[in-house]
């Protein structure tokens, strides 16, 4: 990593507050069409700038601009679900590169900058309206339409018979995971990217999902034992859970014993765990970019500690999918883009 990138990720998250004041102040200043929306549609705005800061910071940490490109791939679909004006995310990144201009020090300004570019290259390339995550040739896909249509209708009972039936049928509880669970979470959640849905009724279908889960429970844990131990846990700060339990989920079905540590789990926590239980293995996982810096610092913490048997890191999420090197960078012993992939790569770890 170079050492302007690093610099730049630091400084720009340290002044985040007072970048994403000016960035708004001047984006006022070159429209007058949010003035409408007063104090807290400003208060907004600003809300917003800091988000893009967080993500410009993240990606510069990680010396890869795809982090920051896929942040504002995402941003734009955002932004049109809110029926914002087509050019309100070009305006705001341009507005940020030329505060940069004046508000960075010369040695950073041009990597923050480029970084910028990278994000505003690639919007017109980018959807508004991102394509459903559920492929009509899918395996299951009619299972993965009919279970979160259940939901989304508040209908629990009825979406969790589903999958007991299938499974009671002979679908296999891993393509369940994989083909159903998985696929249908990312779908829910451009859902409520696009504005279809309310993060109330995301919630929803994920506490409904966890729920269905633990149903399947006594098929998962009768597995005969291998003896091998697993961590999972998301890090400090991270509150999506469900990818982590699917990761624990896997390894139970192989004979693992796992120890599953669900989302925001401190530090401390973490280590004294994988201590106490003489794991082989510690699986991390972040779903948001803007928490791969607590994944690193966990990982260095690791690194740090005096053990009697040092577990090996396996790290995966939304982040190392866009990033398939970002894992090495961050010091992880290997990474997986799914759960069936982590069973694979922790046999040879």
């Not at 020090?105 to 995550?133: H, I, K, M, W």
């Not at 796992?258 to 925001?264: E, W």
């Not at 201590?275 to 607590?294: G, Q």
Request: charged fraction near 20%.
């Amino acid at each position: 990593m170079s050492e302007n990138t690093q610099q730049a990720s630091a400084i720009i998250l340290a002044q985040r507050d007072v970048l994403a004041e000016v960035i708004v102040t001047r984006q006022y200043q070159l429209s007058h069409f949010w003035e409408q929306f007063g104090e807290a549609g400003r208060a907004k705005s600003v809300r917003y700038a800091g988000y893009h800061l967080t993500y410009l910071s993240e990606a510069l940490a990680a010396s890869d601009p795809t982090l920051f490109v896929e942040y504002v791939t995402w941003a734009k679909a955002l932004f049109a679900g809110l029926k914002f004006p087509d050019d309100t995310l070009t305006q705001s990144l341009e507005c940020m590169r030329a505060v940069f201009q004046t508000a960075l020090p010369e040695n950073v300004r041009a990597v923050a900058c480029a970084y910028v570019q990278a994000g505003l290259d690639a919007l017109p390339r980018a959807p508004a309206q991102p394509t459903s995550f559920i492929a009509p040739d899918a395996p299951l896909a009619d299972l993965a339409r009919a279970y979160p249509d259940a939901l989304l209708r508040g209908e629990r009972a009825t979406a969790s018979q589903l999958i007991l039936d299938a499974v009671e049928h002979g679908t296999s509880v891993k393509d369940i995971y994989l083909h159903v669970f998985q696929c249908t979470q990312r779908e829910i959640g451009r859902l409520w990217q696009t504005n279809q849905i309310s993060v109330a009724q995301e919630h929803y279908c994920t506490a409904a999902t966890q729920v269905v889960m633990s149903q399947l429970y006594p098929r998962i844990f009768s597995t005969a034992r291998t003896g091998h131990k697993l961590v999972v846990t998301c890090v400090s700060g991270e509150l999506h859970e469900i990818g982590a339990r699917m990761v624990a989920d896997f390894f139970e079905m192989e004979g693992w014993d796992t120890y599953f540590l669900g989302a925001n789990t401190p530090t401390e926590a973490i280590l004294r765990t994988v201590e106490e239980r003489s794991a082989d293995v510690l699986a991390i996982s972040a779903t948001m970019t803007f928490h791969v810096r607590h994944v690193a610092d966990l990982i260095e913490r690791v690194r740090m500690t005096r053990w009697a048997k040092p577990p090996r890191v396996l790290v995966g999420g939304y982040p190392f999918n866009l990033s398939p090197t970002l894992w090495q960078s961050l010091g992880a012993d290997a990474y997986a883009r799914d759960a069936q992939q982590a069973i694979e790569i922790a046999a040879n770890m």
